[in-house]
């Protein structure tokens, strides 16, 4: 099977054959599940070999095995929300059990503008917690405050300062946001006019 494909990615054989195109010094493989391994798909966990590629190449790609999990799983597990850093397009990209973990949440949150490393303190509560005033933020102006309307969402990264429990009254998540203003001095020095 190995001297085939490398025959196929050579061009040893004629570009006519069923399940084989020619691409531009490259061959695709047009590949079939197989029943017999159906209840491995989704369980195989690799190493990351780093850096971000459109196309990688089986022969110069090192994957080396992780794991393989006792149930199918297709996202990354998240991270601790210490260690919880996301932009834009990750927001809106985010996999399903990360926006029902932020939905979770509430909590204070920054969000630093990466075109100048402006601050921004903000709390999040209420049905959709972290993720929905998140969310907010990256659409648009709706619900935006007004410091950050006249900047580009694009540019945000977001983070959590402080995670509040999911029945935390509103009272002490908008005290513990004025102090985490405070303690940053982002009034003075950074986007939080109030």
């Not at 080396?64 to 990354?76: D, I, K, M, T």
């Not at 990360?98 to 990466?114: M, N, P, Q, S």
């Amino acid at each position: 099977m190995l001297c085939e494909m490398r025959e196929r990615i050579d061009g040893h054989l004629a570009p006519a054959e069923q399940g084989v195109d020619r691409l531009v010094g490259r061959t695709r493989f047009d590949l079939n599940r197989l029943a017999r391994f159906s209840d491995l798909e989704k369980r195989l966990i690799c190493r990351d070999p780093g850096g971000r590629a459109y196309m990688r190449l089986a022969e110069t790609t090192p994957l080396q095995v992780r794991e393989l999990r006792r149930h199918a799983h297709v996202a990354p597990p998240m991270p601790d929300w210490t260690e919880l850093s996301l932009t834009r397009s990750d927001i809106t990209t985010l996999p399903r059990q990360w926006a029902a973990t932020l939905r979770h949440w509430r909590g204070i949150y920054l969000i630093v503008d990466e075109s100048d490393g402006q601050r921004y303190v903000g709390s999040a509560y209420g049905a959709e917690n972290l993720l929905g005033r998140w969310q907010r933020h990256v659409a648009g102006d709706v619900g935006v405050p007004v410091e950050l309307r006249p900047r580009d969402p694009s540019r945000f990264r977001f983070s959590i300062l402080e995670l509040m429990a999911p029945t935390a009254l509103v009272e002490d998540v908008v005290a513990c946001e004025n102090s985490w203003k405070l303690r940053l001095d982002t009034r003075r020095n950074g986007l939080n006019e109030n």
